[in-house]
């Protein structure tokens, strides 16, 4: 048998003699493998976009919204009814041995206003267990501190949009602002976090102590209510294991019998994580494969070429065998060429992907992150199909008769 190395030689020089038909066989593989590598790059940038906007929010949680009112015939959304209290979570934490940090928050909205400039956002009381299921740092400034709590202090904590719309450039440490026509101190201004992933600017927030938004902002007439507890748990399985053993207790804080409904919902935001997460994949996934389509279509092209090239190479097919070539030695002579344009086109669009990741990002908004194994994978693949979609031809090639082979014209 041949050796591999005089096998190569032969079909590289039988590649440079037909240069341009060579680099158009070659196209489909290029094609193919660039694509493959820019839409598994888009997949890979979703998933890690993903993963950043769930780490900005927090690991492990669960969150427990009140009951809704009806009004008028209409019921309104969850968190409407005021049926959770301070004490609610205070109990969660110490009687649920699965949860780590429970954190009681009102939410409401109001103007603030500062100098001559206003604002309208979203306020938040709460208290510094809140900060440490979010996993959010200051930037600048300080937490509430234990006298803020008890004492319903007037304190704020911005996001960094409110610091931005708010004061500009001025450092707002010290400053009084109003919210709600209430004069606050700022005390401290959280680090930027971005977008959640429903959309929702996590940086346009003011945060108050829990205390100060029950007694003077909010003006319920309910001061120890809270509209919703987030939860962190030890472990993002305890999230699951964890939910019948929080409803039981708060039916029993709530004093509900076995026929009445819950007064409150649980919703596993971990749950909605990881099926948001399986989705990026699956998008992933589906992306690959339908790029992938083009590395096919350029294996049938090169299939097509080998056999037009089987064709026109008959004599030459015939004088190998005849002075000794073996059946092997003529497959392998044509495997080896397909494999080569394969190998070629694969590399050429190894380039064009990664150029093209790099570049698309500069001119849309759509996430792209490169990953060696994005890269490899379509590589060699594109191996892979010119051997699969070589061997026909080479197989082929292999069967002809030295005689008539010979013969031919």
Excluded at 174 to 198: C, D, E, M
Excluded at 358 to 364: A, Q, Y
């Amino acid at each position: 048998m041949i050796e591999l190395r005089t096998i190569t030689k032969i079909a590289v020089r039988a590649i440079k003699a037909n240069k341009m038909r060579s680099v158009l066989t070659s196209l489909g593989i290029i094609i193919g493998v660039a694509a493959v590598i820019v839409m598994l790059s888009i997949g890979n940038g979703a998933q890690i976009s993903l993963q950043n906007e769930m780490r900005s929010m927090g690991t492990n949680l669960i969150m427990i919204r009140s009951g809704s009112s009806t009004s008028g015939g209409a019921r309104m959304g969850r968190g409407s009814q005021p049926t959770l209290k301070n004490s609610d979570a205070n109990a969660i934490e110490e009687k649920v041995a699965a949860i780590y940090l429970a954190a009681p928050v009102v939410n409401d909205s109001g103007q603030l206003v500062y100098s001559n400039t206003n604002w309208a956002t979203n306020i938040v009381g709460t208290d510094n267990r809140y900060f440490d299921i979010k996993e959010w740092e200051l930037a600048y400034g300080r937490f509430f501190s234990e006298a803020d709590l008890k004492n319903a202090n007037k304190v704020a904590i911005l996001g960094q949009t409110v610091v931005k719309e708010l004061f500009g450039d001025i450092d707002p440490l010290g400053k009084t602002i109003r919210v709600k026509g209430i004069p606050f101190t700022v005390i401290g201004a959280l680090t930027a976090r971005g977008q959640s992933g429903p959309g929702q600017d996590q940086d346009d927030m003011i945060y108050l102590p829990l205390s100060t938004v029950q007694k003077k902002v909010s003006g319920t007439q309910f001061p120890d209510m809270v509209n919703m507890i987030m939860l962190q748990a030890y472990r993002s399985e305890d999230t699951y294991t964890s939910q019948e053993e929080i409803a039981a207790l708060l039916r029993q804080r709530h004093n509900l019998g076995l026929n009445k409904e819950d007064d409150f919902s649980i919703m596993n935001l971990t749950q909605f994580m990881e099926m948001m997460q399986s989705s990026t994949q699956i998008m992933t996934i589906l992306l690959g494969s339908i790029a992938s389509i083009s590395l096919l279509v350029g294996g049938i092209g090169i299939m097509n070429i080998m056999l037009v090239s089987v064709t026109e190479r008959t004599r030459e097919i015939g004088i190998r065998m005849a002075i000794g070539a073996k059946r092997w030695d003529i497959r392998w002579q044509f495997l080896m060429e397909a494999l080569i344009l394969s190998l070629i086109g694969g590399l050429i669009g190894v380039a064009f992907g990664i150029i093209g990741t790099l570049i698309l990002p500069l001119f849309t908004s759509i996430p792209a992150v490169l990953s060696t194994f994005y890269v490899l994978l379509p590589f060699s693949f594109s191996g892979i199909v010119g051997l699969l979609f070589g061997f026909f031809p080479a197989y082929k090639a292999s069967l002809l008769n030295p005689i008539n082979a010979l013969r031919y014209e």
